[in-house]
């Protein structure tokens, strides 16, 4: 199987390089919470007073945050794979960001959050229509 050719000598374009440093971001923080989630579930678990929770509903949330921690050092691996697509002009990640764009506008029209439809929809334009942005993944 032919494996893409990187080609070093392109110039990476300000808005891929800021969306790609933006993912390593995000994935650090996604990593840092999800630790703290997982490890600290019991702890947090322990903090809820007897006799609030029956003790079944306890260990739900032990359970809870545990799950919720995998789900998060998951997206953190994600981000870390697309920052590093982005920044390597793989297309694949490309595509990836202008899908979330996509479903972060969708998922904002219900509260009508204007500020996260605007930055959906910047990305959206960047990636999608503007000529330097997307040669750079060819």
Request: hydrophobic share 60%.
């Amino acid at each position: 199987m032919a494996k893409k050719q990187i080609n070093r000598s392109r110039v990476i374009p300000t808005g891929v390089k800021i969306l790609s440093v933006l993912a390593y971001i995000g994935a650090v923080l996604s990593l840092v919470v999800g630790l703290a989630m997982i490890f600290g579930a019991s702890f947090i678990s322990s903090l809820i007073p007897a006799g609030t929770l029956p003790m079944m509903g306890g260990l739900l949330v032990g359970a809870g945050l545990i799950f919720a921690g995998i789900i998060a050092v998951l997206l953190a691996i994600l981000d870390y794979f697309v920052g590093r697509g982005l920044w390597n002009g793989q297309n694949w990640a490309r595509i990836l960001v202008l899908i979330f764009a996509v479903l972060g506008i969708l998922g904002s029209l219900m509260p009508f959050n204007i500020v996260s439809i605007v930055i959906d929809g910047v990305i959206i334009w960047y990636l999608g229509f503007k000529d330097n942005a997307k040669a750079y993944f060819k």
